[in-house]
């Protein structure tokens, strides 16, 4: 491998991206836009939920009832119509999530002793939110007209996560995500582009080598990921002001192997497709919906089906993401990690490897 | 040189009125001019892409627009298409004025780019087919026109595979049968020659010629300057003007030389040019 | 007109059924991708993993951890003498709650003292620890109240409240609906974001578009054109969609004539901003990652992720505005609810507003280029 030749193509490169300010804007802008939309927009815990109370017995009881939720912090009134059919019709719309029905009498055989019915409704549209609001129901509700303090008061201690503030799952997440989301698509639209222009015939005629090309490659896009996480970390820390118990330098050296290996995936992606509308779809479904979708990210790989648990660990998301919380949040370093380092490294061997055998048949 | 030597040693090319369709009537050509330009001016901001051309062209005539990169030679055909409007002066093109009545002008003229705008992934029948219809063939009509716009143009075979695995001179052909599909009173044809070996050149300036036998007027821009000779009448641009306007021996004799090449010519001119500047 | 359009329709058609790889994607869109996500994200929000360490083992203890694990909500994984050794299957994500009981309950209780019960949650999980709370809270409630009934000359006031709390729409409280919902709604947005872009962009980029512009073509042809066999395809791949629906188990309770009726305007939405995409970008990258990119913050606001009443105010009211976000209330309405357009016409009439707004909008920047 001839240093100057692969630094004039990388160079060569470089030149080509930085003439393409779109792309840049949207490599450097949209991780900035994810990492707000998330924290902003994925809260786990259940605060205010829409309720809506049809209140038939209009007594102190009844109110006493109504405020009770309303100040567990869990609820939010959104409306107090008379008739059942609106709040009915609210909760198919979905402008409701959760509906008190308190009939007429409930005072009265409170009173007497007798056990008054009442009715809580949940939508369960949101299995998760539905299962937290009907608890809190249910305990409000048992515990009624007492206040909900129970002869045994739980002390629930949250590990790594106290406040469980979202943000704090979540960004770590981010860093593992957002780098599956564009260095590989950009990677592979870059070279599937050469193909479709024509200008990969210059490189087939070309001294340059495999590994060169690759690397070539790989360089500038790296830069570009690795530029990607920095903005996403300073944020995420910076801004959001996520704590890291954990070594911020073990984070970001693994990131950089992670960095070689998603856009190594992009590489890879583009040996398989022809066009650039093909590349971008293939890196779709190949690379973002898997970071997105199985990678423990939001939804917990181990309530996965077996296969299903199987086909997330065939990417590298997961196990940079379970790196990158395990640094953040519970302070584990190298001695606890390093599986999963280990697998990453070992992933981004063999994905380059592949790669630089699909190649073989055309460059030097 | 290499040029006469190819066409001498090839085969004569088969006679381009044989075996074809018999030509759809057309409505008997006007003997007014199918195009009429009168100081027609491009500006883009400060620049002046077209400046001040006065030409004309009659029907069956070839005029070739001649001149260097970014004289203005394809921004005055786009105006004359009614794809840009001219900023100064009018133009009239097939007797209906092109900034007003667009629409009506594109039906009555054939297009064809430098790059052969076809669609890679159609077939050549395809393309035939999808501009049949874009330009108004009824669809009576579609196969016999089809037919005949691809004889004209010189294309044989079943017209079945991709346009992007066809060779560059089937797709320069392709690209006249779709731009003459609809039997247009005027052709405008944008470097219709770049990137296609001599032979072929030379067999698509005999469709040419054959087209303008049938009165159509043509209007050719070329880099080729061998190929000015195949033109009834030349244009010469340069900066946006034009400098010449007329056939090969009368632009000859103006530049006072008894014989010349193309070449000379051109040269000639834009020299002659360039002194006319520099004294004003 | 109409030949030229039909002609257009023709090329566009055969130009999409050319591409294998575009085939591919949207069926696999329609089908594998949404069969994956309703299976592998479908989780259950019961039988969270419960270890108990129990530091009394008194009656009161066990009745106690009896209560935990009736119910569905946890299920008793195992039991350990000290957090230390539970410590490490937490972390593993073996165990989802542990659970330590003081050795001083029984007593407490029975002097009629508050007793504490320690509850420790793996935090990095946000799903798994909000749930774990919320459930422990209900049933140390259940527990006090069935303790205070019981108690022996307890006042009969404290019968209290005779509740009855449903879970409407989902009552085994899985994901699986409302994902496969969400995810029919995604790959119709995003088909119909990149197809019609793709479709534009690779005229301008391919220099056919000029061709085009010299044809008696106009620009509301062309625009129809482009925009007509994506609202085609989307539409009709709906059915399948539902087929494999009903395969796994999420029932079409609604009318089929109003999904199809309002998935159409939802389309024309996503078309529009397709089309968008298409007329201010240049080349086919740019138009993939504005056009892709673009369906990110609208998959947020459309509550596929996280419901929309949890986020702040602003992004609430934005939601407001996101296409997809109606017509997900509207799917589920129909599909999980029973309901019909009586119910869900507000959502219906925005989503009609806002498709109409953005089709003019889609349709007036193209003119304007064209």
New interface residues.
């Given amino acids: 491998m001839k240093l100057r030749r692969l630094l004039a193509f990388a160079r060569k490169e470089v030149i080509e991206i930085s003439r ?1 300010r ?2 840049i804007g ?1 490599a450097l802008f ?1 991780p900035v ?2 990492l707000f ?2 924290v ?11 309720l809506m109370v049809v209140d038939q017995d209009k007594s102190a009881a009844s109110r006493e ?1 109504q405020a009770r939720f309303v100040n567990s912090g869990y609820f939010m009134l959104k409306a107090a119509p008379q008739d059942e059919r609106a709040a009915e ?1 609210a ?4 402008e409701t ?1 959760a509906a008190l029905f308190i009939p007429k009498g409930f005072a009265r055989r ?2 007497r ?34 206040e ?15 406040q ?1 503030r ?1 943000r ?3 960004v770590p997440g981010l860093f593992a995500v957002i780098l599956m989301a564009f260095p590989p ?1 950009l990677t592979a ?1 870059a070279v599937a ?1 050469e193909k479709e222009l024509g200008t990969i015939a210059q490189i087939y005629a070309s001294p340059l080598t495999r590994s060169e090309f690759i690397a070539g490659k790989l360089l500038p896009y790296a830069g570009i990921a690795l530029l990607e996480l920095l903005i996403v970390v300073i944020g995420g820390l910076v801004w959001f002001q996520v704590p890291v118990r954990g070594s911020l330098t073990l984070l970001l050296a693994v990131g950089l192997l992670y960095v070689v290996c998603t856009v190594s995936i992009g590489l890879l992606v583009s040996t398989l ?1 022809r ?4 590349a ?3 890196a ?2 190949v690379t973002l ?1 898997p970071a997105f ?2 990678s423990g990210f ?3 790989i ?4 077996a296969g ?1 648990e199987i ?2 660990s065939a990417f590298p998301t997961r196990y940079f993401l379970e790196l990158s ?1 395990g640094v953040v ?2 302070g584990a370093g190298l001695r606890e990690l390093w599986p999963n380092v280990a697998i990453l490294a070992a992933y981004t061997a063999a994905v380059f490897a592949i790669a630089a055998w699909r190649f073989r048949k055309r460059i030097a | 040189m290499e040029d006469v030597f190819t066409v001498v040693s090839a085969p004569p090319p088969a006679p381009v009125r044989a075996a074809e369709p018999a030509s759809p009537p057309r409505p008997a050509s006007p003997a007014a001019d199918v195009i009429v330009a009168e100081g027609v001016a491009r500006r883009f901001g400060d620049f002046k892409a077209v400046d001040d051309v006065t030409l004309s062209v009659a029907p069956g005539e070839v005029l070739g627009l001649l001149g260097p990169n970014g004289a203005g030679k394809t921004t005055l055909i786009r105006i004359l ?3 840009l409007a001219p900023s100064a002066g009018r133009a009239e093109v097939a007797g209906l004025d092109v900034a007003a009545q667009s ?1 009506a002008v ?2 009555r ?3 064809m ?1 430098q ?1 052969f ?6 077939s050549a029948r ?1 393309n035939l ?8 063939v ?2 009576a009509e579609l196969k016999t026109r089809i037919a005949w716009a691809a004889a004209r143009a010189g294309l044989e075979g079943e017209g079945s595979e ?1 346009v992007s695995s066809l060779s560059g001179a089937t797709r320069q052909r392709l690209a006249l049968a ?1 731009a003459m599909v609809h039997r247009p009173q005027v052709l405008f044809l944008a470097e219709p020659t770049s990137g296609v070996d001599p032979l072929s050149r030379f067999r698509f300036w005999r469709l040419i010629a054959a087209l303008a036998a049938d009165g159509v007027g043509v209007v050719v821009t070329t880099h080729y300057l061998e190929e000015a000779t195949f033109c009834d009448r030349l244009g010469l641009m340069m900066d946006g003007r034009l400098i010449a306007l007329g056939p090969l021996a009368d632009l000859t004799a103006e530049l006072g030389l008894k014989t010349a090449t193309v070449e000379d010519v051109f040269l000639g001119f834009i020299a002659r040019e360039r002194a006319a500047r520099r004294a004003a | 007109m109409l ?2 359009l ?3 329709l ?2 566009e058609f ?2 999409f059924l ?2 294998p ?2 085939l591919f ?1 949207v069926l ?1 869109l329609y089908t594998a ?1 949404l069969v ?2 309703t ?3 479908g ?4 039988n969270l993993k419960l270890g108990v360490i129990d530091h009394d083992r008194s009656a009161a203890s066990r009745a ?1 951890v009896q209560e935990l694990t009736t119910g569905g ?1 946890f299920v008793l994984t195992d039991q350990f003498s000290s957090l230390q050794q539970a410590r490490g299957r ?2 593993r ?1 073996a165990l989802d709650v542990v659970v330590e009981i003081p050795p001083d ?1 029984s007593a407490r ?1 029975a002097a ?1 003292r ?25 049933i ?6 069935a ?1 205070a009934v019981a108690r022996p000359g307890a ?17 085994d ?3 699986t609906r ?1 994902m496969a919902l969400s995810m029919l709604a995604q790959a119709g947005l995003m088909l119909g974001v ?1 197809l019609p872009a ?1 479709a534009i962009v690779r005229e301008k980029q ?3 578009i ?9 620009a509301h042809e062309l625009f129809i054109a482009k925009v007509t066999p994506t609202i085609i395809i989307c539409t009709g791949a709906v059915f399948p969609a539902l087929l494999i629906m009903t395969l796994m188990g999420v029932p079409m309770r609604g009318d089929v004539t109003t999904l199809l009726a309002l998935t159409v305007v939802y389309l024309l939405s996503a078309v529009s901003l397709g089309t968008f995409v298409g007329t201010i ?1 240049e080349t ?3 138009a ?3 056009g ?2 673009s369906l ?2 609208l998959l ?2 459309s509550g596929t ?3 929309i ?4 105010g602003w ?1 609430q009211t934005a939601s407001l505005a996101s296409p997809q976000r109606h017509y997900v ?1 509207i799917v ?2 129909l599909f ?2 029973g ?1 019909g357009l009586a ?2 016409w ?2 219906a009439l925005a989503l009609v507003g806002i498709s109409t707004t953005m089709f003019l909008g889609g349709w007036l920047l193209f003119r304007r280029q064209w």
């Fill in positions: 393409d779109f792309t949207v949209m836009m994810m939309l998330f902003y927009g994925i809260t786990l815990d259940v605060e205010n939920a829409p009832l019709y909760l198919m719309r979905g999530r409170l009173g002793g007798d056990g008054a019915p009442v009715q809580f409704v949940v939508d369960g549209t949101y299995a998760s939110t539905a299962a937290i609001l009907s608890a809190y129901g249910r305990a409000i509700l048992y515990a009624f007209p007492g909900l303090r129970l002869p045994v008061q739980p002390e629930v201690r949250v590990w790594y996560n106290p469980l979202s704090n799952f979540i698509l639209l582009r497709v066009t650039q509308l093909a971008m779809l293939a779709l479904i919906m979708l199985f939001i939804y917990p181990f309530t996965m089906p299903f086909y997330a919380r949040l519970r | 298409c009614g794809l629409e594109r039906a003229i054939g297009y780019s790059r705008s076809l669609y890679p992934d159609l395809e087919v999808f501009f049949a219809r874009a330009y108004g009824p669809r991709t779709c | 030949g030229r039909a002609g257009l023709a090329k055969a130009q050319r591409d790889v575009m994607i696999f991708e994956m996500c299976l592998a994200l989780f259950d929000v019961q106690l909500n937490l972390q994500g309950l209780l009629g508050q007793a504490s019960l320690g509850v420790v949650v793996d935090g990095s999980n946000g799903n798994v620890a909000a749930r774990a709370r919320a459930y422990v809270i209900e140390l409630a259940r527990f006090a109240q303790r006042p009969s006031t404290s019968a209290g409240v005779r509740s009855e709390v449903r879970v409407w729409y989902n009552p409280l899985t994901n409302f990149v793709a391919g220099g056919t000029e061709q085009l512009r010299v044809t008696p073509i106009r970008t086919l990258q740019q993939m990652l504005l892709f990119f990110f913050p947020f606001l992720m996280a419901p009443e949890s986020m702040p992004l209330d589920s309405g999980l609810k309901a119910e869900l507000p959502h």
